[in-house]
């Protein structure tokens, strides 16, 4: 399928390494140009080498703080007007809710709600009046089953959500489309620091906890960031300008309800 994007330009944040990684090599694939970013310079230098090698794509790599003022004003400087943002950040630590803070719940805001906010609101006008633009946000599949211990991230990305939600139906008119993604267990190295931390945590190996997680799974198997990467380009492309305000789980089945 021709998704019409050959010569397009996005923005992929957190894109170093894992979904965001993923995301970027999807898009870059089908002809569009990149601005990546993440704050580790040289992991960063490293994708972006490889995605240029791989597919012939421009590539211009940005390390800095997304969640602050100025690493935002890095990024769109690089890219005033893109054509696709994919807003991306780590989740905040687990915790017990009575431990944290208002500079914890600050912090949690401040990246997974308020950046992709600030993100939009800098890029949705220029793609109304260009006729064209895609908008995924990266977030979680606790938005649609919340984790106890991930509170602050279901806080905060659940804000994302019900912002986007009222902005999605205003901007499809105009061919600009908002959508979230919610992955589940994918194979990335959060996945794998993951598995290791709770495996100390009892006393048993690595490997077990990864085979007891992946039975847990109706999929029996963790996810290949390569298809979410592949459901985040589909969801760029010319074809997808109907879809718009969705959050899609991404999960092998493992959120257990209808709707």
Same mark, same amino acid.
């Given at each position: 399928?021709?998704?019409?994007?050959?010569?397009?330009?996005?923005?992929?944040?957190?894109?170093?390494?894992?979904?965001?990684?993923?995301?970027?090599?999807?898009?870059?694939?089908?002809?569009?140009?990149?601005?990546?970013?993440? =704050?580790?310079?040289?992991?960063?230098?490293?994708?972006?080498?490889?995605?240029?090698?791989?597919?012939?794509?421009?590539?211009?790599?940005?390390?800095?703080?997304? $969640?602050?003022?100025?690493?935002?004003?890095?990024?769109?400087?690089?890219?005033?007007?893109?054509?696709?943002?994919?807003?991306? *950040? !780590? !989740?905040?630590?687990?915790?017990?809710? =009575?431990?944290?803070?208002?500079?914890?719940?600050?912090? *949690?805001?401040?990246?997974?709600?308020?950046?992709?906010?600030?993100?939009?609101?800098?890029?949705?006008?220029?793609?109304?009046? =260009?006729?064209?633009?895609?908008?995924? &946000?990266?977030?979680?599949?606790?938005?649609?089953?919340?984790?106890?211990?991930?509170?602050?991230?279901?806080?905060? =990305?659940?804000?994302?959500?019900?912002?986007?939600?009222?902005?999605?139906?205003?901007?499809?008119?105009?061919?600009?489309?908002?959508?979230?993604?919610?992955?589940? $267990?994918?194979?990335?190295?959060?996945?794998?620091?993951?598995?290791?931390?709770?495996?100390?945590?009892?006393?048993?190996?690595?490997?077990?906890?990864?085979?007891?997680?992946?039975?847990?799974?109706?999929?029996?198997?963790?996810?290949?960031?390569?298809?979410?990467?592949?459901?985040?380009?589909?969801?760029?492309?010319?074809?997808?300008?109907?879809?718009?305000?969705? &959050?899609?789980?991404?999960?092998?089945?493992?959120?257990?309800?209808?709707?």
């Amino acid at each position: 399928m021709n998704l019409n994007l050959n010569g397009r330009t996005a923005i992929v944040c957190g894109a170093s390494k894992g979904l965001g990684r993923a995301c970027a090599l999807a898009l870059a694939k089908e002809g569009v140009n990149l601005v990546i970013n993440a =704050r580790n310079a040289n992991a960063l230098e490293t994708t972006a080498d490889e995605i240029r090698t791989e597919t012939g794509v421009a590539v211009h790599a940005v390390a800095a703080d997304i $969640s602050t003022e100025a690493g935002r004003a890095q990024v769109l400087a690089a890219c005033p007007d893109p054509d696709i943002l994919v807003t991306n *950040a !780590g !989740g905040p630590p687990p915790g017990n809710f =009575r431990d944290w803070d208002q500079q914890a719940w600050y912090a *949690a805001l401040d990246a997974n709600m308020l950046t992709p906010i600030f993100l939009i609101k800098a890029v949705v006008d220029g793609m109304q009046e =260009r006729r064209f633009g895609r908008i995924i &946000n990266i977030t979680s599949s606790a938005v649609k089953a919340p984790i106890s211990i991930l509170g602050l991230s279901n806080g905060a =990305r659940s804000g994302l959500t019900g912002f986007v939600a009222g902005l999605a139906r205003e901007t499809v008119a105009h061919n600009v489309t908002i959508n979230n993604l919610l992955p589940g $267990s994918f194979e990335t190295d959060r996945l794998t620091s993951t598995v290791e931390s709770y495996a100390k945590k009892l006393g048993v190996s690595a490997d077990q906890v990864r085979e007891q997680q992946m039975q847990a799974s109706p999929a029996k198997r963790f996810g290949d960031p390569a298809e979410f990467g592949a459901l985040c380009t589909f969801l760029c492309g010319a074809q997808a300008g109907f879809v718009t305000g969705q &959050n899609l789980l991404l999960d092998g089945g493992a959120y257990p309800g209808t709707f």
